[in-house]
Structure formats: structure tokens, C-alpha cells
């Protein structure tokens, strides 16, 4: 099984594919675009991981996006309404979590291939939760 994990849009965005529990490569986005804590999506990153294990990304089971727009969602309200932060960051927070609900078609159009070709599963996963696995 293929599982492969995604930060993106965060600095530090970076890509990981596994193999049956087996590390396969990991790697950084800034290391291709050349520009440190780059915050995009990670597109060379995840093609030099499938690159590396020789597959496509049709073959991929799973794939772990470390942001999950939905988690901690009442702190986040109660913070906009307590703090009143400007409407521009508001603005910015809410397209960024739009960015990572539906990475499918991003990663579809990235690599050039049509979205109902990926068999792979998706999974918002709480960025927190995300570092805490990373480490285990």
C-alpha cells in the first residue's frame, strides 16, 4: 500500500510517500523552487516521491493532507468573535482552508491527469496530530 502524506500551503509545504510502512522519500518543496519555508503547493516535491518508488499517482491508496480546515472550529470562531481580527486576515484564513478541502483536483491538475483516474483515498488530518505522527 502507497500512502502518501502532503503539507501544503503552510511553510515548510513538503511531501512523503510510505510503502507498506516503509519510508520510500520525503522531501521539501524549497528544495526545487529554491526559496526557504516556501508555502505552496508542493508539486515537484510529491512528483519527485512517486519518481523515486517508480509508480504514478494512480497508484497511490492513500493520500494524508496535514490540515484539516474543520478541526478546533469553535476556538476559531469564538477567537473571531472575541478578537475581532481584520476582515483581510479572516479573508485570507477562509481561502487557505478552501485550498485544502478538496486537494483531489489540485493534485489531479498538477500532475496532468483527470481526477476520477485516482483511486486514492483523501484525509484532511489536524496539523497537530499530523506532527505528532511524523515523530512516531
Known amino acids: 500500500m502507497y500512502i502518501l502524506g502532503i503539507n501544503a500551503y503552510h511553510g515548510g509545504a513538503s511531501a512523503c510517500l510510505v510503502r507498506d510502512g516503509q519510508v520510500v522519500a520525503a522531501v ?11 508555502a505552496g503547493f508542493p508539486i515537484e516535491a510529491i512528483q519527485y516521491c512517486l519518481d523515486e518508488a517508480g509508480i504514478t499517482i494512480q497508484e497511490v491508496d492513500q493520500v494524508g493532507i496535514s490540515r ?5 472550529l469553535y476556538k476559531k470562531i469564538l477567537y473571531v468573535l472575541s478578537s475581532r481580527p481584520s476582515f483581510s486576515l479572516v479573508r485570507d484564513r477562509l481561502a487557505n482552508a478552501s ?38
Do not use: I
Not at 521539501?28 to 516556501?38: A, G, L, P, S, T
Not at 478541502?101 to 493534485?107: E, K, P
Not at 484525509?123 to 499530523?130: F, I, L, T
Open 28 to 38: 521539501e518543496e524549497e528544495r526545487f523552487k529554491r526559496v526557504k519555508y516556501w
Open 68 to 72: 484539516n480546515p474543520g478541526a478546533n
Open 99 to 136: 485550498r485544502v478541502q478538496d486537494l483531489r483536483q489540485v493534485l489531479a491538475e498538477a500532475l496532468s491527469v483527470d481526477a476520477s483516474s485516482l483511486k486514492a483515498e483523501f484525509h484532511n488530518v489536524e496539523h497537530h496530530r499530523a506532527h505528532m505522527a511524523s515523530a512516531f
